[in-house]
């Protein structure tokens, strides 16, 4: 390993210059790169382009990009950062998906894909193989395509979700 300035690069990497930005700046401390093969032209691969990223990027589910109505029963609030797509979904007492949601997107039952974390309340989800599961606060659930879900006693339930289907739940088709 080289120094250069205050980041050690790897063996390989000597007698290059460290990645530039985008714009053609050397690259800043705090940040990182990604280097992406390209091929050219003719085929073949060229060398290695650097894309600049900030190291730390930021955004509140308090100030969503998105929210979305659930049948006045719930909401989904959605930020997009980087390529995470993130959501705190929140139901109402007396909220089910066959009832609130089902009407906005269709389908005989919720076909996403949720990697969820629960932080109140209780769910229950019944699986289309008729599979059951009850959820409350602090439990992470993995639930797949095929499911329908309700809320279970006089709390709403907030939930946050990291899935790719945080991008299109509750988005009408």
């Given at each position: 390993m080289r120094r250069?300035?205050?980041r050690a690069l790897p063996d390989a990497d000597r007698g290059r210059s460290p990645p530039l930005a985008v714009d053609g700046r050397r690259q800043n401390e705090g940040s990182s790169?990604?280097?992406l093969k390209c091929p050219p032209a003719s085929g073949g691969e060229e060398d290695h382009?650097?894309?600049?990223?900030?190291?730390l990027q930021?955004?509140?589910?308090?100030?969503?990009?998105?929210t979305r109505d659930l049948s006045?029963?719930?909401k989904v609030e959605v930020v997009k950062i980087g390529d995470l797509t993130a959501s705190r979904s929140t139901f109402k007492p007396g909220w089910r998906w066959s009832e609130h949601v089902k009407p906005?997107?269709?389908g005989d039952s919720c076909q996403?894909?949720?990697?969820?974390?629960?932080?109140?309340?209780?769910?229950?989800?019944?699986?289309?193989?008729?599979s059951e599961?009850?959820?409350?606060?602090?439990?992470?659930?993995?639930i797949q395509p095929g499911h329908d879900a309700w809320v279970v006693g006089n709390e709403a339930v907030v939930a946050l979700d990291f899935s790719p289907g945080a991008e299109t739940y509750g988005k009408p088709r």
């Amino acid at each position: 390993m080289r120094r250069y300035g205050k980041r050690a690069l790897p063996d390989a990497d000597r007698g290059r210059s460290p990645p530039l930005a985008v714009d053609g700046r050397r690259q800043n401390e705090g940040s990182s790169s990604v280097r992406l093969k390209c091929p050219p032209a003719s085929g073949g691969e060229e060398d290695h382009v650097a894309v600049q990223m900030r190291a730390l990027q930021k955004k509140s589910l308090d100030s969503p990009d998105e929210t979305r109505d659930l049948s006045g029963m719930g909401k989904v609030e959605v930020v997009k950062i980087g390529d995470l797509t993130a959501s705190r979904s929140t139901f109402k007492p007396g909220w089910r998906w066959s009832e609130h949601v089902k009407p906005i997107v269709g389908g005989d039952s919720c076909q996403v894909l949720h990697h969820s974390f629960v932080l109140s309340g209780r769910l229950r989800v019944k699986s289309n193989d008729g599979s059951e599961e009850e959820y409350g606060a602090g439990d992470v659930w993995v639930i797949q395509p095929g499911h329908d879900a309700w809320v279970v006693g006089n709390e709403a339930v907030v939930a946050l979700d990291f899935s790719p289907g945080a991008e299109t739940y509750g988005k009408p088709r």
